[in-house]
């Protein structure tokens, strides 16, 4: 069974950046993909970063070219760095485990952290 943590979530400026880090604990031989998503107030959750076991990342539109999720070479951290951040930007965020390749569409998430808050405002 996989464990996930989330921490480094705060509240900053808009134009400041953040770096999350998901601790990743527990049998991970079933992981295929590990994500970032977000789930801002009053909205679903959305998927905003992913990194499949072989290193490909992928983001969404809304957060391309100012987030970069990456790994430790262990393997048992997940990082999202946050830059440029506005206030769009603020929800809960959630580090997730896949069951199969990020780009695939029958990727299912099934483990999750219990999330941890980012606050942008202006």
């Known amino acids: 069974q996989v464990q996930l943590v989330e921490s480094g979530g705060g509240s900053v400026q808009t134009g400041e950046s953040l770096r999350l880090s998901c601790a990743v604990s527990?049998?991970?031989?079933?992981?295929?993909?590990m994500a970032w998503f977000r789930q801002a107030p009053g909205k679903e959750r959305e998927r905003v970063a992913a990194l499949s076991t072989g290193g490909h990342p992928y983001y969404d539109d809304s957060v391309k070219g100012r987030f970069a999720i990456s790994q430790n070479d262990a393997k048992n951290t997940l990082y999202l760095q946050m830059y440029s951040l506005n206030t769009e930007d603020t929800g809960i965020y959630y580090c997730?485990?896949?069951?199969?390749?990020?780009?695939?569409?029958?990727?299912?998430?099934?483990?999750w952290g219990q999330g941890t808050q980012v606050t942008v405002s202006s």
């Open positions: 527990g049998n991970t031989d079933s992981i295929e993909c």
């Open positions: 997730a485990a896949g069951d199969a390749e990020c780009g695939s569409w029958y990727v299912k998430y099934n483990t």
